[in-house]
């Protein structure tokens, strides 16, 4: 199944037979792989992701009850430098610092926190809690504590692990990989390689772009099926993401060497901000008249947005896309160019968000 087979045939797909349809939810994706996509959800299907995600925490030492901080992104909070509270995060002893914008102001302030708050426990997304490692590296930071840290929404390259565990005390780092449709679907665990398959809760397969399975230490196309869905289950469906078959392992599951989707950059300002890419798919996130798209930084002066139009197109919806660009970015040139189709890198994906600067 893909994700146009799935909004092409939605009606079909849902069990008109369901007895709980109290516990049914609507859900969409991030769009971080390709055009966002709405689907139904299970109380189930959530309640076993976040058992799933919890058994993680617990098989990398983590104490869920003990301090943390989320490293994470809310467009309400862009340009805010102070932490998130809310009730939710009170219970949890958890912190919330945004990190859709980040600055060396903002990245200073931060570290400054995360001292203060001296958390056993980091999740963040890989390229903002990279970019804050790099910045205590670079500039001979004392981190005061030494956390467990979960990074997640992208590969957790080797280069990325050693410059988080050299920043933070030669912390344990471990990727977790999700998705809304999926919900929990692999984690590293703790004194082990490889990423293991939440097996109770997702079925995966590794298929070649003919839909063969792969060879171990073979890289391929990452194919879930749901396990707890019972009202829209997503039977082998294709979720936009590649990575590299393992081996079936001794906890009787599914091992996957790496995850190698989903590739988000950053865009740099003159100030030297650096604007998240999770901030720019979030402003195409449920826009119905964009089928896909492509933002690429040329230059400091330069913006070129690919767009690949659906049947329910609308300029309007288009200009107050820009428009919010253009109030970020300040005095930019945005070209959109209109495309048939976004082209795939040689691994198969779309880099959605990326700048051509070395800076």
Not at 144 to 171: C, H, M, S, W
Not at 248 to 260: A, P, Q, R, S
């Amino acid at each position: 199944m893909s994700k146009d087979i799935i909004r092409e045939n939605s009606h079909f797909l849902v069990n008109p037979n369901y007895k709980k349809m109290s516990d049914v939810y609507k859900n969409s994706s991030g769009g971080s792989t390709g055009e966002p996509l709405e689907f139904y959800q299970t109380k189930d299907q959530s309640n076993n992701g976040m058992g799933s995600y919890l058994y993680s925490m617990y098989l990398n030492k983590i104490n869920i009850y003990e301090s943390s901080v989320d490293l994470w992104g809310a467009l309400r909070d862009m340009h805010e430098m102070k932490s998130t509270f809310s009730f939710k995060f009170f219970v949890k002893n958890s912190t919330v610092l945004n990190t859709f914008i980040l600055s060396d102001d903002i990245i200073e302030n931060y570290i400054q926190n995360l001292n203060k708050i001296r958390p056993k426990y980091i999740k963040a997304y890989v390229h903002s809690i990279y970019a804050i490692a790099k910045f205590i590296n670079k500039n001979k930071i004392k981190i005061n504590f030494t956390p467990v840290v979960q990074t997640t929404t992208g590969p957790l390259y080797p280069e990325i692990r050693t410059e988080i565990k050299k920043a933070f005390n030669d912390a344990h780092v471990y990727n977790f990989y999700g998705s809304r449709e999926g919900s929990a679907i692999a984690s590293e665990i703790y004194d082990l390689e490889g990423l293991f398959v939440f097996y109770n809760n997702v079925f995966v397969e590794i298929l070649d772009d003919n839909d063969v399975p792969v060879d171990q230490g073979v890289e391929g196309n990452i194919v879930i099926t749901t396990l707890n869905n019972f009202y829209m289950p997503l039977i082998r469906y294709k979720i936009g993401d590649r990575g590299i078959k393992g081996d079936d392992c001794e906890f009787g599951t599914l091992k996957l060497d790496n995850v190698t989707g989903r590739t988000l950059g950053v865009i740099h300002k003159r100030d030297k901000t650096r604007v998240d890419g999770q901030f720019f798919t979030s402003l195409f996130f449920n826009k119905d008249g964009i089928k896909n798209f492509q933002i690429i930084q040329k230059s400091m002066e330069v913006i070129e947005i690919k767009i690949v139009k659906s049947s329910k197109y609308s300029m309007l919806q288009l200009n107050e896309i820009v428009e919010k660009i253009e109030n970020e970015l300040g005095d930019v040139k945005i070209h959109i160019e209109f495309k048939d189709q976004i082209n795939l890198t040689a691994t198969g994906k779309i880099m959605y968000v990326y700048s051509e600067l070395d800076v």
